[in-house]
């Protein structure tokens, strides 16, 4: 069964760290690229970040440029997001999704986890 489970989110103060993973299940891991998108109540849908298959390529929305960071473990299916710095209006539900080539492109995934929620917030 094809999965993909995000886990990391949490409440944390401005300037702070979490890092997010997404544990893929049910296909062959290292074919696909995987993105981060997060969507705050009241706001549309944003690419944060992908990674290709293989890792060597990566891209970030200019929003969290130098302050996230996008790895990936296919030994463990499994890709991280480091997020520091964090401000407030970081606050989101933070989705996973795949597709065969890196993009911000939310159109473009075929499979998207369920999200978890990040709270910066003092």
């Known amino acids: 069964q094809l999965q993909l489970v995000e886990s990391g989110g949490g409440l944390v103060q401005p300037g702070g760290s979490l890092r997010l993973s997404c544990s893929a299940s049910g296909f062959t891991f290292g074919s696909y690229a995987i993105s981060w998108f997060r969507q705050a109540p009241g706001k549309e849908r944003e690419g944060v970040s992908c990674?290709?298959?293989?890792?060597?390529?990566?891209n970030y929305a200019d929003s969290v440029k130098g302050r996230f960071t996008i790895s990936r473990d296919n030994a463990k299916n499994t890709v991280y997001l480091q997020m520091n710095s964090l401000k407030p209006e970081d606050t989101a539900v933070y989705y996973c999704?795949?597709?065969?080539?890196?993009?911000?492109?939310?159109?473009?995934?075929?499979?998207w986890g369920k999200g978890t929620l990040v709270t910066v917030s003092s």
């Open positions: 999704a795949r597709n065969r080539w890196c993009t911000r492109q939310g159109l473009s995934m075929d499979y």
């Open positions: 990674i290709s298959s293989d890792g060597g390529y990566t």
